[in-house]
DNA sequence: ATTATCTATAGATCTATAGATAATGC
DNA sequence: ATTATCTATAGATCTATAGATAATGC
């Protein structure tokens, strides 16, 4: 029984290397098998078809990914802005764990609309979630002025494309933004840089309303 | 001839369609030609092989979008803000008109590994040509304060973040944020979102140096 | 007895080509 | 003559299953 679970685990995670990184019309189940280190059958044995492992890989996915992100917005009794600069931060470290879960989304998204409904109603109630969980507290702080106006539905995309964005693109930009520095301290610099561009969103505009030169001088219309 | 010509390109707008909306391994040479109302046999006449139709489909496409962002760059004779912003709107533009290429070259730098260094050198060419354009420009207005000290790889990024994020998971979320809001309405909505987190990225630091209640509450560390 | 695993192979699908026929330019 | 196009099919690749054998729990 332990031997079973360590051969259907090890298909598990060789099928979701597999597609996440060649998605599901490049991965071969013969290539996980292999990589598994099990006999082609006992893939079929343990999950019947292709179709039906892919299903499984991707309710695994987009389960960590919720998980990932409720958690990562769960710091209650804080400041607005303090959840959600912790919940970027913690969004950002969970892709850094799963580099490639990003591209692998969207790529299945995309190519095999099928999919979209299922993925559509787990990430509707999760926004739904998230939403509910930020948005009083940023109206409260936006009424003191302390935050500009925005929407939060602009917001945290804009939050989520900067996170995400960097690991799509990781591969063809890295070299050349970044040659020489490893892989790491790229993407947290990136985080830095992301957090900044979050944060100077939310400053309140006008800015200032005093007419110092370097607020004169803003080429903000 | 001219009936070759409208065979050949109906080839490869057929392909293009397919392989950018499937990504190479899901896309099939039987349905690319069955689009473009040609015989099987005959887009292996033409193109030899479906590996040599997908290059040179890339190709085209890695060309137009050179292209597209070198134009987007080229007003000259204007300050830095102005051309970042005017490059950004273009670029945002010219996805709305191919919305789907994000994915597709994502997916293909990601799963086909082989091809990275051919998109890697033709983007370096561009950014090498971007960067230089755009530098001296930023520095001078930088040198006067007008704008926050940024990198320019970093504020780049950014903007590319925000312009082909939308476009990347527009699949999944438009029905969650904007409900029944037509497709371009909402992105044009986000062309402006994104140029305003451009330009606020771009109020230098520290915004006010006067004590106005608005600045001292800012959450900036 | 049931569950796990293997070998061998059937079936399906897709790319590519051979070889025949029609269209075109000289 | 050369170029374009078709029909038919070979070959390769991949998924899936049948049927045999080994391991496990009762």
Known sequence: MKETENREQAILRAAEREFTTRGFDGAKTTSIAEAAGV???LLHYYFRTK???YERVLD????RLEASIVEAFSVSGAPFTSRL???LRRHFLFLLDHPDLPRFLIHE??????RIALVR?????LVGRVFASLQADMERQAARGEIARV?????????VSLNAFVFLSYPVI??????????????????????TVIRKRLIPDPPCETASPSCSSLWLP
Chains 1, 2 share one sequence.
Do not use: C, W, Y
């Open 151 to 159: 929407s939060l539905a602009d917001l945290l995309l804009d939050a």
């Open 60 to 63: 695994d996915i987009i389960s």
């Open 51 to 53: 179709e039906k492992l």
């Open 39 to 41: 006999t082609h059958a």
């Open 109 to 114: 998204i995309g190519a095999r609309s099928e």
């Open 85 to 87: 600069e912790e919940g």
């Open 174 to 195: 890295a070299q050349l933004l970044a040659p020489g520095v490893e892989p790491r301290a790229f993407f947290l610099a990136r985080l830095e840089e992301n957090l």
């Open 121 to 125: 109603a787990r990430m509707g109630r």
